[in-house]
């Protein structure tokens, strides 16, 4: 018997291993792919790199602070000493650029990610255990997608007041029940092939099931859409900064630097201009990496 059990263990493990390195195999081989055939999404993630690296070592790049004032230049036009010239209160407007995107960065990853790690649980959780726990996480879903994802935020920042905490609860709980759709069809399918079978016929546990043999099989999926909700959630951020729900003065954030610019597009218009664009920068970069991924994980959706 314990002969018998331990063949079955290792005939799951062998099922397990092939799987797994014909997926890792596949995995790089699609990323290389990409690399040769898809030049915007390579320039994309070049541009992602560039402005992380930019955010990182944004005290090192600039002389001046982002809370550093200087009445006496107050809407100073673009010069040697201010590259982007300077603000309402003498700021350097590319310091607090810069300092703004390590901001936005922040923002669209962590929300993303905890998104993503909330999103999977309750979709695996959901595919594999079926019926009332099945219908109770997909109907808290379907009620979550039925708000525009915008006016959501609103309500939940109204409700929790600024600051950058509540934006990562915000964001998390804005974005979730996309990413649980997407894994619980995969649960759905992935449920009932060989491997998993084998592994429920030797007796491992449910758990243990969900986490190593049908997340894993989840991951370039929940790559898109990683790489999705990141732009969507910066775009969220500094719509609600611009609305005066996200983060607050003086702290640099895109969307304040746009609200705050706004009064003086006429005779300072780069105030509005510069976070604009790189708003629009990292967004279309995000943008183009996810479409690129997305090209090469699921071909059906490049035909479509």
Known sequence: MIGKKREQMKKIADIRLQSQIGE???FWDLMRRMARENKTAVLSFIVIVLMTLAAVFAPLLTPYTEKQMDLMNRLAAPSAKHLLGTDEGGRDVLTRLLFGARVSLLIGVVPALLSLLLGAALGVLAGYKGGLTDAVIMRV???TLAFPSMLLAMVIMYSLGGGIMNVFLTLTLVNWANVARVVRAHTLRLKNSEFVEAARAIGVPGGKIMRRHILPNCLPSLLVLFTLNIPAS?????????????IQPPNASWGLMINAGRQYLYNAPWLCFVPGAAIMLIVLAFNFLGNGLLDVLDPRQKKQ
């Open 141 to 143: 879903a379907d009620v």
């Open 234 to 246: 910066i775009l969220t951020e500094s719509s609600l900064s611009f609305l005066g729900l996200g």
């Open 24 to 26: 890792e195999e596949r």
